[in-house]
């Protein structure tokens, strides 16, 4: 088994602010990803990386920067936060560089965001 | 364009009685899809996934869904539930060739005793 870890669990900013999220896997996952949850709007993909160095855009990825340095971690930026932002920011990983479509992605217990 | 709806946004069910679950995809092609749970506080879990065979498939904790190509449905379904049901369940596609998925909206299980 292998374990998904989010830091910070909670992140306050202030309007404007740079803020940085992260994620480590230890599965040895090729794949992963971030997504923001919303309520009532389910989870949206900001951007995905299938190995290190790469970097995918999701249908969310405007205002989000990220950053795979190392297979194991998996950053993202969110690079002006909005007022009054209030999301949850969940990490997932998944084996295999892609095309196996029953692969499981696992999911992190999520970063939760809110910006005063 | 892909994208899966869940026309439930909440759903109370009594300890003991059935529960299901809608799911509606729109996809071209065949679909592989997935069923996830997220309990309070945590992130999502996998409960089950389809990719093309048997219709019925048999997830954890006595759960199993039903696909439907020609309603495009995927639905949720439990006999009997439990107090430990009560969570958010998203129904979910595989998309970029497997890369990616695209989730519902969720539907929230309230369970009273």
């Known amino acids: 088994g292998g374990i998904i870890t989010q830091t910070p669990k909670f992140l306050i900013g202030q309007e404007g602010q740079k803020l940085t999220l992260k994620c480590q896997q230890n599965f040895n996952h090729d794949t992963m990803y971030w997504y923001r949850q919303d309520s009532g709007k389910g989870l949206r993909l900001i951007y995905y990386?299938?190995?290190?160095?790469?970097?995918q855009k999701g249908d969310l990825s405007e205002g989000y920067d990220a950053s795979r340095e190392k297979k194991s971690s998996f950053s993202l930026t969110v690079t002006s936060a909005q007022k009054n932002e209030m999301a949850v920011f969940l990490c997932a990983s998944r084996s295999g560089l892609g095309g196996r479509y029953q692969d499981t992605q696992y999911f992190g217990p999520g970063t939760r965001l809110l910006v005063l | 364009a892909q994208s899966v709806t869940q026309p439930d946004a909440r759903v109370t069910v009594s300890e003991g009685a059935s529960l299901q679950l809608r799911c509606k995809y729109s996809y071209f092609g065949t679909p592989y899809l997935f069923w996830y749970v997220q309990y309070p506080r945590q992130g999502l879990q996998l409960l089950l996934k389809?990719?093309?065979?048997?219709?019925v498939v048999q997830g954890v904790n006595g759960f199993e869904a039903e696909f439907s190509k020609s309603n495009s449905s995927f639905h949720l379904r439990k006999a009997s539930v439990h107090w430990s049901d009560w969570a958010v369940y998203f129904c979910?596609?595989?998309?970029?060739?497997?890369?990616?998925?695209?989730f519902g909206t969720g539907t929230t299980v309230s369970v009273s005793p």
């Open positions: 990386s299938i190995t290190e160095n790469d970097l």
């Open positions: 389809y990719y093309p065979g048997d219709p």
């Open positions: 979910a596609v595989s998309i970029k060739g497997g890369r990616a998925l695209i």
